[in-house]
């Protein structure tokens, strides 16, 4: 047989028809849902009488609007508070499970995905979000959607889709000490442009991603979406076999021995065929940080703020100045020493276990600087028990950091955590647009978890392996 | 369910310049606290519209009532939020024509009804000079012959063949298909044992 990618043995699996109109109707076995672009979908459900296809297929969690500091109902704020009774109402008539505040397993949607062994290699995985590439790190076709195909998914179980081109990523090597999973995807999405993943899945691999554990490599397939790829994978090894034995979801028993070896059988045949292949040298990668309006974006924390002068076309003269104006940031002066108003840890992106336990080996002992305001926010409340159980909630207090609750919080300050006028805010989350951060002239630099900490306690961008000397 | 067939648009255009929009621009996430989406014609653009103090293109009173948005490249990236077409559309435009769009945001616009036609940068600039000049210049987007017609000139347009099929045949709503594939679907779901596995 032809050796073929997981991406199209997974296609090939889910493939329900050829519609009419030349694209194909895949067939979705996971779909995850949030408060924010359900409820429409479930509007249009009701407006055309149409149940849901099928109740178990379907996950629902709350976490875009969710406020962090209080966390019992009615919430202070009457529009969020509508939209989780919204989801909670659509679950219950529906029968899809729904993991709320009081179920100990609520987070951020990517989180609970895993944490719950929902998300598996070999599957395809939909959600009313952009982020949902974080589930390929499984070795899943994962990826956002819109509304009108939440409702899609919820009548049907498919949706109307033409496949995707692959694009094999290596990344060779190894990472240089105090380098991190994030530091690999802003690099790369610098490199291949925000939109350069456009109409492709990205398959990432190479001995650095061999080496990755789960949540490394989620955080890099987390922004596949930044730079233009809607979904992106690693292909299922042992890391991902053991990380998901005995997750609430996962298969037990005979089945789970029949699922690991269909979930190997998955894996990309060697020798398949890839329509494009990028390889990077892991010891070639900086520490990232963006100084911009896009998260392509991005500079190693050695290198100054491009200039527009310094621009090799018109169109990027103009992207650094409409950048630099909005960041309010001098272009050719250092990254380095940029002053800093907030530092935020949480998000998909960085909001994990592994995060927290980093950045608290560096941060105990230490104090954020005077006048910064530093918010840590685990991104699913198993996380929080497990950082409350081993004490890292204490070391981000003791050194001035407020500890929420989970949520998404300021990645997109839909809920009371927002920046104010055009502060500026070291952040471990995934976008830096205009306005993102719930000031429409807030700033966002987006760089690793440590890099934050190293933020923090300077007051300013710093590179992180001086500040906790590490090497 | 019979669905319109979108073939031609036309009415006046407005440029919003700029390459790589992002849906937080198009629909700050403050607007997304709603159940339905009825009302977010408000917040199209609102941040970029308050920044430019009643400056913006959208906010010029001879550019009211255009049917028609011209934009750069890159089009709609960002988060999938499906507000973003939407309120374009119930800010009463009907067509966007740009350079390129982000792929989520071009399969939301499809699925609704709101054609993301691409042009040539060249020919993008045209057109902007041409409804700069001009604000009531009528603008057609015509999805049989995939040309720009504007004021005696018609500029070639390129579309994704599935989602142009869509439009001139009145199949962008999916659903009607999906839902005759139901039977099928149970076939494929039983080979699948996470699917059908009870959970
Ligand atoms: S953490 Fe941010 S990017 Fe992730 S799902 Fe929430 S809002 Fe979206």
Redesign the interface.
Known sequence: MTPRSLFEKVWA?????Q?????T?L?I??HLIHE??S??AF?MLRD?G?KV??P??TFATVD??VPTDQRTEPFS?P??D??IK?LKKNCAEHGI?YFDLNSGRQGIVHMVGPEQGIT?PG?TIAC???H?STHGAFGAIA???????V??VL????????PMKVRRINVTGRLRPGVYAKDVILHLIRTLG??GG??YAYEYGGEVFDRFSMEERMTVCNMS?EG?A?AGYVNPDETTFAYLKDRP?A?QGA?WD??VA?WRAVASDPGCHYDDVVTLRGEDIPPTVTWGI?PGQGIGIDENIPAPQAAGSA?ER??IE?ALAYMKLPGGAPIKGTRIDVAFLGSCTNARLSDFKEVAAYLKGRKVAPGIKAIAVPGSQLVSAVCAELGIDRVFREAGFEWREAGCSMC???NPDKLVGDQICASSSN?N????Q?S??GRTLLMSPVMVAAAAVTGAVADAREVFAVN | MALAKIITISGRGVVVPGNDIDTDRIIPARFLKCVTFDGLAAGLFADDRKAAGGGHPLDDPRHQGAAILISGANFGCGSSREHAPQAIRKAGFRAVVAEGYAEIFFGNATNIGLPCVSAARADLQRVGQAVAADPALSVTVDLAAMQLRFGGNAVPLTMRDSARDALVNGRWDAIGELLEGLPQVAAVAGRLPYVSAPA
């Open positions: 699996d889910h493939t329900v028809r519609l009419a109109n030349g694209q109707q067939l076995g996971t924010v672009t409820p429409q509007g055309l149409l296809a099928m178990h297929r875009h609007i704020d529009l969020a509508e939209m919204a499970t598996q599957t009313g979000d952009s949902t990826f956002g959607i819109g509304t009108s195909q409702r899609d009548a049907t179980q498919t949706i109307s889709l033409s925000v939109n456009t109409g979406i233009g809607r979801y298969p089945a029949e699922a269909r896009n169109d103009t992207a409409e997109l300050a839909m976008r647009f205009k306005g993102r719930g429409p002239t």
